[in-house]
């Protein structure tokens, strides 16, 4: 019985680890299925859904059910293949892997309550199996037509959106082949007016040159590919491209549109007035235009610079100034205009929740309404994205554990229907606010208290500190919703320590509960290289790095009195003037050993890396013991002045929920050249 | 009338801190350096999703800091717009002591302690010594400890 017993813990271990990692796809899920709806590319997503179906699979094959690893095995292979298109997901496939995670929750939840386990769904194992298959033929027509791939691959990613989403509204893909000739020029037929007829009659998608065989027909052997959606005949299109209508060739979507709702829901959408004068676009694409911006912001700083040292120089540089000025101030402007095109309309971001709402009502059988009211609040995009799993979690647990069921309520002396309201409102300070409230049975004080084994809290605060706490929970039983109320410590992670803002609520008991979310409008976000000095992790954004080399000691000079350099207390100056360089394409770089710099050198510890950065158009070296990796960080000043030196220009949590220093290479070189430094060390580094 | 106040300890003596400054209380397992800081900067942690900086009282009291223990404690403090942590050895207790028990420090004590300790309570046979923590947060030195 032994044997028995061991797999009775194993399984529940399972369960909740199952739970944890099906909460955070179905979050993926629901923010891929946003971001793939603007058409961008989602690859972290689809990594971390790779992921977390990885370890349910694993995990169900240690317990040994198999239904799970069947199910997690398929979305499993959709997704690695999505992962290695750059995160493209064939169509439909969001709706099928909602359909998986929600398979495998039921069976998770069987599990709990130990009943049989079903088999997995085949046709949801086929459909998945299907959408692979049409992935693996045609990788880069992951997203499914029948569009010749030569041609697809032609296609930007704004374009293939823009086919899809028009194949599944129901108009009609054609491709037209227009084939110019010498008398065709003659008779004022060409590939310009051939545009010009058939946007009369078409939308077109794309044109695409392509050269062919040359011919009698086609002197030139350049034929064009016209790529439309039209809902004109086949006869009225050849006649616009001045083509014979057996050589047009139709587009279908591959795998049909998913039959869901969603769907039509989107596509009215696009006829919605609010919609009107929008376009759709890429972040990259903002992105882009930001660095673009820093680099001219970089130019006008040395044309400010020129303009010092020409004024140096005695001459008259006030006009010169004053534009330069001007310059400065547009600049920021248009910075500004940017980062508000990177604003959301917070209603747009929420236009899930209904659905969410909807389905969650179906699984647990209460009955619940939904109010929104955002008014015209927006926030930043990248905001935006990292909230909308908090806000999804809140109304689930709102849902599934707050509201009472229609007869409790009903006893309770309240209507049957919950009431959960989501207010967006932004403040004054640059912050959102949003209010999440439900009418249901409020938190139990004495309840979490006794699980988290402390006295009951005397306020709501104290509460909530506990029940931010990983891995607490009040709900002895399990339900298929939001499991055992996992999902408040990452509430709070993603609003407190990843944005920075903050979580409150009060809760009434029988009343019902308002959590609080204020996180600020937008957030500076780099892409930045984390690496290790000393022993410290540290990291610098991208942008500031011209190069990262391996330390070639046999490249690398070193100078005399190095041993000078005191190693915990180092002279700013003194390793400034230090006289070690590298050769680097024939030109001398100063080499400066970030550890030595910063008082944390280890004794024979060699740095194995360099990143050069450039100053003033000279460059740096700094040598560091290795690189750890690329990602986005969240960027947070350092205001305290106990804490403000210069090289340092802010912190960032890598995850580990311990603060990371950003550094300004830049900065920190051009303080080791212009130096005295600070010359401050800790006195027991 | 009594204030309530927090009691903490340095190297066995014990010092207090008025409760209504305190932010919170969090144990300590080390904070990442931050080099160029001043001396007594033992770095910073985040606390609460908060970055704050810990100030060592230690190497404020001059004395060698001492590896983390189970007991170390940082207590956030509040002042006007600054937030920042002292890191003691313990704090356990919370005390009431009436305003009137504090008495100005004797003048060797503000001399050795450069006006860090403000005032002086006897509660029993116990000597608490009030922290100044504007001053603690404030003695930021421009130059190096050479």
Redesign the interface.
């Given at each position: 019985m032994s044997d028995g017993f061991e797999a009775s813990e194993f399984i529940t271990g399972f369960i909740a680890e199952a739970e944890e990692h099906l909460t955070s796809a179905n979050a993926n899920l629901l923010s891929l299925d946003q971001a793939s709806a603007a058409g961008q590319p989602t690859p972290r997503q689809v990594r971390e859904l790779f992921r977390s179906l990885h370890t349910i699979k694993g995990l169900a094959a240690m317990v040994g059910v198999e239904p799970i690893v069947d199910i997690a095995h398929a979305m499993e292979t959709v997704l690695r293949e999505a992962d290695r298109a750059a995160g493209q997901l064939p169509v439909g496939s969001v709706e099928l892997l909602l359909r998986g995670t929600r398979a495998i929750g039921q069976r998770v939840a069987a599990l709990a309550k130990r009943k049989p386990v079903a088999a997995a769904p085949s046709t949801l194992v086929e459909a998945l199996n299907a959408l692979r298959q049409s992935g693996s033929n045609r990788p880069q027509a992951a997203a499914g037509t029948t569009l010749a791939d030569d041609l697809w691959a032609r296609l930007g990613s704004a374009e293939r959106e823009q086919l899809l989403q028009g194949l599944m509204a129901g108009r009609r893909g054609v491709v037209a082949t227009f084939i110019p000739a010498p008398e065709r020029a003659n008779a004022g037929i060409n590939i310009t007016s051939v545009r010009e007829r058939m946007a009369t009659v078409a939308e077109i998608v794309k044109v695409v040159p392509q050269s062919i065989p040359a011919t009698e027909s086609a002197p030139g052997g350049l034929a064009f590919a016209l790529i439309l959606l039209t809902d004109a005949t086949d006869e009225v299109v050849a006649e616009a491209s001045s083509s014979d209508p057996a050589t047009l060739r139709p587009i279908a979507l591959q795998s049909g549109p998913p039959a869901a709702t969603e769907e039509g829901e989107e596509s009215d959408d696009d006829t919605n007035p609010r919609q009107q004068g929008v376009v759709r676009v890429e972040v990259a694409r903002l992105d882009d235009a930001l660095e673009k911006l820093s680099a001219l912001v970089v130019t006008q700083f040395r044309l400010t610079r020129a303009v010092a040292a020409l004024r140096a120089t005695g001459t008259d540089t006030r006009a010169l100034a004053l534009v330069v000025a001007d310059n400065g101030r547009q600049l920021r402007d248009l910075r500004s205009s940017i980062m508000r095109a990177r604003m959301v309309p917070v209603a747009e971001v929420l236009e899930r929740v209904p659905l969410l709402l909807r389905g969650l009502s179906r699984s647990t059988g209460k009955q619940a309404r939904l109010e929104l009211r955002t008014g015209k609040t927006e926030l930043d995009k990248a905001v935006a994205e990292r909230i909308f799993p908090a806000v999804v979690h809140l109304i689930r647990n709102a849902a599934d554990h707050a509201l009472e069921s229609p007869a409790e309520r009903r006893a309770a002396g309240k209507p049957e229907t919950g009431l959960i309201t989501v207010v967006a409102v932004e403040r004054s300070d640059n912050q959102l606010e949003l209010t999440i409230s439900d009418d249901g049975r409020g938190v139990d004080a004495a309840a979490v208290a006794r699980r988290a084994g402390v006295p009951v809290p005397a306020t709501d605060d104290g509460l909530l500190e506990l029940l931010t706490r990983p891995g607490l929970s009040t709900k002895s039983e399990v339900t298929t919703t939001s499991g055992r109320g996992v999902g408040m410590d990452v509430v709070?992670r993603i609003?407190?320590?990843e944005l920075?803002?903050?979580l409150a609520m009060t809760t009434i008991r029988g009343q019902g509960t308002t959590f609080v979310l204020r996180v600020p409008l937008s957030i500076t976000i780099v892409d930045a290289f984390s690496f290790v000095s000393g022993g410290?992790t540290f990291v610098v954004p991208v942008a500031m790095v011209e190069e990262i080399q391996e330390l070639d000691p046999s490249r690398t000079v070193r100078g005399p009195d190095r041993r000078r350099v005191a190693r915990a207390?180092p002279d700013r100056r003194q390793v400034a003037r230090g006289t070690d360089m590298i050769e680097r394409r024939g030109e001398a770089v100063p080499l400066l050993r970030l550890d030595e710099?910063?008082?944390?050198a280890v004794e024979g510890a060699a740095g194995r890396k360099v990143i050069i950065v450039r100053r003033n158009g000279e460059p740096f070296a700094f040598a560091v013991d290795r690189m750890l990796g690329q990602q986005e960080v969240v960027v947070?000043p350092?205001d305290?002045?106990?804490?403000r030196?210069?090289?340092?220009s802010g912190?960032t949590?890598l995850g580990d929920?311990?603060?990371?220093?950003v550094l300004d290479l830049v900065a920190l070189g051009g303080k080791l050249i212009t130096g005295p430094?600070?010359?401050?060390?800790?006195?027991?580094? | 009338m009594s204030e309530l106040h927090v009691l903490c300890k340095v190297n066995d003596t014990e010092y207090v801190l008025p409760a209504a400054d305190v932010l919170q209380m969090e144990s300590f397992a080390g904070a990442t350096k931050v080099p160029g800081a001043a001396a007594q900067v033992a770095g910073l942690v985040q606390i609460r999703g908060r970055v704050v900086p810990v100030v060592d009282l230690r190497v404020v009291f001059g004395l060698t800091p001492i590896p983390p223990t189970l007991d170390s404690r940082v207590v956030v403090m509040k002042a006007s717009e600054r937030v920042v942590g002292l890191l003691v050895d313990s704090a356990r207790e919370v005390l009431k002591i009436p305003a009137d028990d504090f008495h100005p420090p004797p003048a060797v004590l503000v001399q050795q302690t450069d006006g860090l300790v403000k005032a002086v309570a006897q509660v029993g046979n116990r000597l608490l010594m009030l922290i100044d923590f504007i001053k603690v947060i404030g003695e930021e030195h421009d130059d190096g400890d050479e």
């Open positions: 709070k609003a407190v320590d920075r803002g903050a410290e207390t710099i910063f008082g944390l947070r350092l305290d002045r106990l804490v030196v210069d090289g340092i912190t949590d929920g311990k603060p990371t220093l430094g600070p010359g401050r060390e800790r006195a027991h580094a | -």
